[in-house]
Nanobody, 112 residues
Framework: QVQLVESGGGLVQPGGSLRLSCAAS???????MGWYRQAPGKQREWVAS???????NYADSVKGRFIISRDNAKDTMYLQMNSLKPDDTAVYYC???????WGQGTQVTVSS
């Protein structure tokens, strides 16, 4: 069973930045990975993904502000979040496929 552990969440002012990390307990080199988020009272929504070749995709709501990346040597994926808005407030979850593995989530709050 693969374990995914997110970190890097917290409270940030609008316009600020955060970098989330997702560390895997096993190699990620053959896996696709990505991020979802869930705001209070809303359904979980896809944010960004990166395949094993490094190709990336983003939801329109974060395109141009968020950057997803991976370091296969460290078995870790990242989400650099810039120009944060209050609407970005949510619990952020990382996932890995195949296998449909999920992390426990990390809270991101954007507020002044």
């Amino acid at each position: 069973q693969v374990q995914l552990v997110e970190s890097g969440g917290g409270l940030v002012q609008p316009g600020g930045s955060l970098r989330l990390s997702c560390a895997a307990s096993e190699t990620i080199i053959t896996s696709g990975m990505g991020w979802y988020r869930q705001a209070p009272g809303k359904q979980r929504e896809w944010v960004a993904s990166i395949n094993r070749g490094g190709s990336t995709n983003y939801a329109d709501s974060v395109k141009g502000r968020f950057i997803i990346s991976r370091d296969n040597a460290k078995d870790t994926m990242y989400l650099q979040m810039n120009s944060l808005k209050p609407d970005d407030t949510a619990v952020y979850y990382c996932y890995m496929s195949p296998g449909n593995y999920w992390g426990q989530g990390t809270q991101v709050t954007v507020s002044s």
